[in-house]
């Protein structure tokens, strides 16, 4: 019965490439969101979706392309890979509109090696 | 911007050790403070949370007290044991972040038996 999950876990691609990474909550949450988490374990808000509405856009380049079908969904989409790319990505959901009081449930994270 | 600031790791106990990490925060207003911790190979689970000040936060032995007017958010456990090894991050939501979680750069905690 997992939460917020990810697929998929690992992925190694060449640099150039066109890559997607689906996470899914059946928690029933109305937020989700994507984290960044960099190889010194530093993690950033990329985005967040409110009911398939885009709230957070957060600096980071426009080759990273989120995409929310329903709201149980919200997908990561990464045009031409670079090496920097290379990280671990959270997804995580919230069951309102993550207001100061509310927990994120993270997923697993999908390990990113951009070779 | 708001901003957490945690201590530097790695911290390295035996079994059974008292264990403090630090952690300060820079906010505007009332933040909430929380504990995630990442067990190796895992996602984050929360651990604790507090959500005015004074308020303190439990789970699995572990504590931590908001405290406002020296803007910290300490974790502590009386006693670590070997299953405790993860890295720790302290994070805060506030009005300024939105929705988002803003996380300290994580503290890994290693616990020999």
């Known amino acids: 019965d997992t939460a917020v999950s990810q697929t998929p876990k690992y992925l190694v691609t060449q640099m150039g490439n066109d890559k997607s990474i689906k996470c899914e909550q059946n928690?029933?949450?109305?937020?989700m969101y994507w984290y960044k988490q960099d190889s010194k374990k530093f993690l950033k808000i990329m985005f967040s979706?409110?009911?398939?509405?885009?709230?957070i856009n957060e600096t980071v380049p426009n080759r990273f392309s989120p995409k929310s079908p329903d709201k149980a969904h919200l997908n990561l989409h990464i045009n031409s890979l670079e090496l920097g790319d290379s990280a671990v990505y959270f997804c995580?959901?919230?069951?309102?509109?993550?207001?100061?009081?509310?927990?994120?449930?993270f997923g697993p994270g999908t390990r990113l090696l951009v070779l | 911007g708001d901003s957490v600031t945690q201590m530097e790791g790695p911290v390295t106990l035996s079994e059974e050790a008292f264990l403090t990490i630090n952690c300060t925060y820079t906010?505007?207003?009332?933040?909430?403070l929380f504990w995630y911790v990442q067990y190796p190979g895992e996602g984050l689970q929360l651990l604790l949370k507090?959500?005015?000040?004074?308020d303190k936060g439990s789970n699995k032995g572990f504590e931590a007290t908001y405290r406002k007017e020296t803007t910290s958010f300490h974790l502590e456990k009386g006693s670590v044991q070997v299953s405790d090894s993860a890295v720790y991050f302290c994070?805060?939501?506030?009005?300024?972040?939105?929705?988002?979680?803003?996380f300290g750069k994580g503290t890994t905690l290693s616990v020999s038996s």
């Open positions: 995580a959901s919230t069951q309102g509109t993550g207001g100061l009081r509310e927990t994120q449930y």
């Open positions: 928690l029933g949450h109305d937020t």
């Open positions: 979706y409110n009911n398939k509405e885009l709230i």
């Open positions: 906010a505007t207003g009332y933040p909430s």
């Open positions: 507090a959500t005015k000040a004074d």
């Open positions: 994070a805060l939501s506030s009005s300024q972040a939105g929705t988002a979680l803003i």
